[in-house]
């Protein structure tokens, strides 16, 4: 079985998109592979070891523009989007007291459901296995508030394995 991430790219992978936002650049990954699924990438992050490691991943991609800002400040960039893709918790290889906070995700998430397109999706991956993991679970009592006329919500996780990630789905139909 692939791992959530993978998971995620292989929905997203199946079609093309004019607009893709990695709300949590990290070292790059989703920002890579997002680049070769939509005309253009905005990919944000508040650490300058994320833009860094980023910059030096894509190396030569010319559709992706890179940020060293707070995720929350996306619509000053980005009108309307088709997918987006967060990734809750922690910059790999960084300092892991710098994580995702729970309030402004979902200031965060609020705004990009207002800016997201009919049928494009959101991908939330919440990491659980430390202490503001386990607060970003409830964004879980967010997302089963959301209008079911106005948007399709899964949610995937990993039943036997303790403190495993999860991905959310948010689909604006």
């Known amino acids: 079985m692939e791992s959530m991430i993978e998971f995620i790219h292989e929905r997203i992978g199946k079609k093309y998109y004019d607009q893709g936002i990695d709300f949590t650049m990290g070292n790059g990954h989703d920002t890579l592979f997002l680049s070769d699924y939509c005309k253009h990438v905005y990919s944000y992050d508040i650490q300058a070891l994320a833009l860094n490691n980023t910059k030096e991943f894509i190396k030569d991609k010319k559709n992706v523009t890179l940020f060293l800002k707070s995720h929350e400040y996306f619509d000053e960039d980005v009108r309307d989007f088709e997918v987006g893709i967060f ?54 009592a967010y997302f089963r508030t959301l209008d079911h006329k106005l948007y399709n919500v899964a949610k995937f996780e990993m039943m036997n394995k303790k403190n495993a990630p999860y991905v959310v789905i948010v689909e604006k139909r």
């Not at 290889?93 to 729970?102: A, F, I, L």
């Not at 494009?120 to 659980?128: A, D, K, N, S, T």
């Open 87 to 140: 990734n809750l918790g922690y910059l790999p290889g960084g300092n892991h007291e710098c994580v995702t906070q729970y309030e402004t995700t979902l200031k965060t998430i609020k705004k990009a459901l207002e800016h997201l397109v009919k049928g494009g999706c959101l991908y939330v991956v919440v990491y659980i296995g430390h202490d503001q993991g386990k607060e970003s679970t409830n964004l879980d």
